[in-house]
């Protein structure tokens, strides 16, 4: 039976830079916790309810729900930098 | 999960979709239900995700080098159809196995050499750079003939994927132009729509295969999630504008923007779907096209546009009634095609994009924030996001419009 030798199709892939996630908490007590609604169009109702949910749930953590600036692809470095200051943990809900 | 192939691992919980438009009672019930991948409770699992301490793979900060082999082999054609297939490097058409011989062979229509970096392009979550020789080996394989090969480097150098990520499942148009497309034999007359033609079919191919190769993606669930998918895909819509038959005065598309005559040139269009004459009634073609032109999304800061197709037939229709250039034709759409303020903020992509930007300050649209719902403003942003092209064998006057409007147009020339 005939056999051939063919070229890889496949593009050449960057190396990967691994990039540890951040430590996680080892209780949710007393801490703050951001729920980042990336505003998908008329996602609100869903993380208002996440967060009220959560807060029923979990009552000695403070959960803050706050919008995203900007269309649902842009970042918003004003968040993102109180949320590094006055959070412990942060939920992005991403949506449809 | 993907997210992990480019080094930054994500603790994922999915929720049913969609979450858009929920009451207040279904958003609680899915709060409090069940991950539909995971079979688990939604807020068990974000617990989870925040509390539970790293894994090894979650601590990585290495680099990790990947190599890939140049050739695979040697082995039978069925065990090489089968692992192309197993790997999805295949659009699961029928392929023509990018040999040695072949691949050299292809080679032939570029002056290029084998081991230039082409471009880059991302289909999916990372971006692959390729050569010209990765190039060819997808060409060969949807089919190409060497003559084709300028037209698809030019493509895959545009960077631009045919098939991308997004749940939306938004397809391409590819247009065409310049001498090329008459040397290479594509067909812009008779069936140019239709897989009639062994240049439109194996062009727009191979754009379905640079994505899957050369821009890592168009795998269902893992690079490519759009819903239903779209048919348009399976081709692109790849055609040549019929520029033998463009009335006098009307310039082909690729002048247009900014290429000669002479020159060839490929554009890569951005769009969903195509509708037809037959669903308006007016008795001037202009006022068909305004009718038509009212259809697509309307465009702000996500960008919409309309491209017409029209038959020869309908171009010089259209001349008769007072058009003289494509570029008339284009500003009398952009000028009458109107929408009230109150439709506008209606519109779902709308409410994502323009009003997120005019909430920011942006302008237009924070003007168009504080003015009443019957202001009207113009359906598109610009007369350059309603295309004018001509296709067809003259037949009928029979005209196609598509949602689609132009990403760029990119040199064939530089790739011969």
Not at chain 1, 5 to 34: C, E, F, M
Not at chain 1, 70 to 89: C, F, H, V
Not at chain 2, 184 to 191: E, F, K, L, Q, W
Request: hydrophobic letters at 35%.
């Amino acid at each position: 039976m005939n056999k051939y030798t063919v070229l890889n199709p496949q593009g050449h892939r960057a190396p990967i830079q691994h990039s540890p996630l951040a430590p996680r908490l080892d209780s949710l007590d007393g801490k703050t916790i951001y729920i980042v609604d990336m505003r998908w169009p008329y996602t609100e109702q869903f993380t208002k309810e996440l967060r009220d949910i959560l807060a029923e749930k979990y009552p000695g953590t403070t959960f803050i729900r706050r919008e995203k600036a900007g269309p649902y692809g842009e970042a918003d470095p004003e968040l993102w930098k109180e949320i590094g200051n006055r959070g412990d943990g942060i939920i992005m809900a991403i949506g449809h | 999960m993907y997210s992990g192939l480019v080094g930054m691992p994500v603790r994922l919980i999915n929720v049913p979709f969609p979450i858009s438009r929920l009451s207040r009672d279904r958003c609680r019930d899915v709060v409090n239900g069940n991950d539909p991948v995971k079979g688990r409770p939604i807020i068990e699992e974000l617990i989870s995700a925040l509390t539970t301490p790293l894994n090894e793979g979650e601590k990585r900060s290495d680099i990790e080098e990947r190599t890939e082999p140049r050739l695979i082999g040697p082995d039978t054609e069925d065990n090489i159809n089968q692992l192309f297939i197993d790997n999805i490097w295949t659009d699961f058409l029928p392929i023509v196995l990018p040999t040695e011989k072949r691949v050299e062979e292809m080679l032939k229509g570029t002056s290029h050499d084998p081991d230039e970096v082409v471009g880059e392009m991302r289909s999916g979550y990372e971006s692959c750079t390729f050569t010209v020789e990765q190039v060819a080996a997808n060409a060969v394989m949807a089919g190409a003939k060497p003559e084709y090969l300028p037209v698809i480097l030019a493509l895959a150098e545009s960077g631009v994927p045919a098939i991308t990520t997004s749940t939306q499942s938004f397809g391409r148009m590819i247009v065409v132009n310049g001498p090329i497309a008459k040397q290479i034999g594509m067909n812009s007359g008779t069936g140019a729509l239709s897989p009639m033609n062994r240049a439109n079919a194996v062009i727009g191919r191979a754009a379905t295969l640079i994505s899957i190769n050369l821009g890592a993606g168009a795998v269902p669930n893992r690079t490519y999630y759009g819903s239903q998918g779209n048919i348009t895909d399976y081709n692109h819509v790849t055609f040549a504008e019929n520029e033998a038959f463009l009335p006098e005065g009307w310039d082909p598309f690729h002048v247009q923007i900014g290429f000669e005559a002479d020159e060839s040139a490929v554009s890569i269009f951005h769009g969903y779907t195509m509708w037809h004459w037959k669903d308006t009634f007016e008795r001037r073609k202009v006022d068909a096209l305004i009718n038509m032109a009212g259809r697509p999304l309307p465009s702000g800061a996500y960008k919409s546009g309309i491209s017409f197709l029209l038959d020869p037939i309908v171009a010089n229709d259209l001349v008769e009634e007072g058009f003289a250039t494509k570029e008339s034709v284009r500003d009398h759409i952009y000028e009458q095609c109107l929408i009230s303020l109150d439709e506008y903020w209606q519109y779902h992509l709308v409410e994502g994009f323009s009003r997120r930007m005019a909430e920011k300050g942006v302008e237009p649209y924070a003007l168009w924030l504080t003015q009443s719902g019957d202001t009207m403003i113009n359906r598109y942003r610009s007369p350059d996001e309603i295309s004018i092209l001509v296709v067809g064998g003259r037949t009928n006057d029979f005209w196609q419009a598509g949602d689609w409007h132009l990403i760029g147009s990119f040199s064939v020339d530089e790739w011969g």
